[in-house]
């Protein structure tokens, strides 16, 4: 599946009926498009999996499509969230035909998707961004001029740290060795969607931005952003897929403090290693990653602990359960900034 979750095949899905799948949620993490990291963090898998959970049952009961069907307990059994006495780390799922753009010769051709209608992966992933902190992308795009600021909504420059009247919707490739951002024209182009069907596609975006909002705000967070991931299931419907809402899809901070895997990413920024990876990305973009010599170095066992915590710590919250033995996100968060201001003083 990739470098965070596997995914086991219970029954394949056909060109007419949805199949089913267990989303088996590890402990390992991936930052920069590198895949998985030398190290873990203890039981991010099952927070991730509890929290993602929390969203689709909450989304579902608001009326959203989802493909989430449940998470197995310890005996095999798909239950609801709610009747589970301990964590789970595996996840139901319904599963839909992934059709992979045709690589030729260092670009996409995505023509099959002009024929089909039901029962596969859109290959999209849509972004929100209630926030554009120091540092986005976006800011980075406007410079280059890969993006204009109509064609995000805007009709000045933001600042960084810039809070947004509206959120942004933005758009990028889902199926791509690199991901590459697009124009929402490119998107509907390459999907096979049709104008009515992208206009539901950032209705549903924005309303499950409200809603991961106003759960991030009740435990203290900001949802600063996000990625959704959607598929058109057997009834030709769009339907919210892979997961959501967790500290891996969404951008979350806690009084500015990143409460999100964007602190491996802290770590790592500037290092060797990430400078190598850069440079590799900018000379070839399918191939890059052969052309990065070294590896990442694990992370400082403090840092990782914090992280672990961190996980932890929002399932609880969101959740209103102790499923996971940690202190409350506050203190945790707390014992982060005094680890990156160590780290700093180090660096």
């Given at each position: 599946?990739?470098?965070?979750?596997?995914?086991?095949?219970?029954?394949?899905?056909?060109?007419?009926?949805?199949?089913?799948?267990?989303?088996?949620?590890?402990?390992?993490?991936?930052?920069?498009?590198?895949?998985?990291?030398?190290?873990?963090?203890?039981?991010?898998?099952?927070?991730?999996?509890?929290?993602?959970?929390?969203?689709?049952?909450?989304?579902?009961?608001?009326?959203?499509?989802?493909?989430?069907?449940?998470?197995?307990?310890?005996?095999?059994?798909?239950?609801?969230?709610?009747?589970?006495?301990?964590?789970?780390?595996?996840?139901?799922?319904?599963?839909?035909r992934?059709?992979?753009?045709?690589?030729?010769?260092?670009?996409?051709?995505?023509?099959r998707?002009?024929?089909?209608?039901?029962?596969?992966?859109?290959?999209l992933?849509?972004?929100?961004?209630?926030?554009?902190?120091?540092?986005?992308?976006?800011?980075?795009?406007?410079?280059?001029?890969?993006?204009?600021?109509?064609?995000?909504?805007?009709t000045?420059?933001?600042?960084?740290?810039?809070?947004?009247?509206?959120?942004?919707?933005?758009?990028?490739?889902?199926?791509?060795?690199?991901?590459?951002?697009?124009?929402?024209?490119?998107?509907?182009?390459?999907?096979?969607?049709?104008?009515?069907?992208?206009?539901?596609?950032?209705?549903?975006?924005?309303?499950?931005?409200?809603?991961?909002?106003?759960?991030?705000?009740?435990?203290?967070?900001?949802?600063?952003?996000?990625?959704?991931?959607?598929?058109?299931?057997?009834?030709?419907?769009?339907?919210?897929?892979?997961?959501?809402?967790?500290?891996?899809?969404?951008?979350?901070?806690?009084n500015?403090?990143h409460?999100?895997?964007?602190?491996?990413?802290?770590?790592?920024?500037?290092?060797?290693?990430?400078?190598?990876?850069?440079?590799?990305?900018?000379?070839?973009?399918?191939?890059?990653?052969?052309?990065?010599?070294?590896?990442?170095?694990?992370?400082?066992?403090?840092?990782?602990?914090?992280?672990?915590?961190?996980?932890?710590?929002?399932?609880?919250?969101?959740?209103?359960?102790?499923?996971?033995?940690?202190?409350?996100?506050?203190?945790?968060?707390?014992?982060?900034?005094?680890?990156?201001?160590?780290?700093?003083?180090e660096?």
């Amino acid at each position: 599946m990739g470098s965070v979750k596997d995914l086991t095949v219970i029954n394949a899905p056909s060109e007419t009926q949805a199949g089913l799948g267990r989303f088996a949620f590890s402990d390992r993490y991936s930052v920069f498009d590198w895949g998985e990291m030398p190290d873990h963090i203890d039981g991010k898998g099952a927070a991730l999996c509890v929290i993602g959970a929390h969203f689709f049952e909450l989304l579902a009961r608001e009326g959203v499509p989802v493909h989430y069907r449940g998470l197995f307990d310890g005996d095999g059994r798909i239950k609801r969230l709610g009747e589970l006495t301990a964590p789970s780390c595996d996840m139901a799922v319904s599963l839909y035909r992934v059709l992979r753009p045709a690589e030729r010769d260092g670009s996409y051709d995505y023509a099959r998707y002009a024929d089909v209608n039901n029962n596969y992966l859109v290959p999209l992933e849509v972004i929100y961004r209630n926030r554009l902190p120091e540092g986005a992308s976006v800011f980075a795009r406007l410079r280059e001029g890969t993006v204009t600021l109509a064609e995000l909504g805007l009709t000045e420059m933001p600042a960084p740290g810039a809070i947004l009247d509206r959120p942004i919707l933005d758009v990028s490739t889902k199926l791509e060795v690199t991901d590459r951002y697009i124009t929402w024209p490119e998107a509907q182009a390459i999907s096979g969607l049709l104008d009515g069907e992208m206009d539901t596609l950032r209705g549903l975006t924005l309303r499950i931005n409200e809603t991961i909002t106003r759960e991030a705000e009740r435990i203290g967070l900001a949802n600063e952003d996000g990625k959704i991931e959607f598929a058109i299931d057997e009834h030709a419907r769009l339907t919210v897929v892979d997961v959501l809402g967790t500290p891996d899809e969404c951008r979350f901070t806690w009084n500015g403090l990143h409460v999100s895997k964007e602190l491996a990413r802290v770590f790592y920024r500037g290092s060797a290693w990430h400078a190598a990876v850069e440079r590799a990305k900018r000379e070839d973009r399918i191939n890059w990653k052969s052309r990065v010599d070294g590896a990442p170095a694990p992370l400082p066992a403090p840092l990782a602990r914090n992280l672990s915590h961190m996980y932890q710590a929002v399932a609880n919250g969101l959740t209103g359960r102790d499923f996971f033995p940690v202190p409350p996100l506050a203190e945790v968060m707390k014992q982060v900034a005094l680890e990156l201001g160590a780290l700093r003083r180090e660096g």
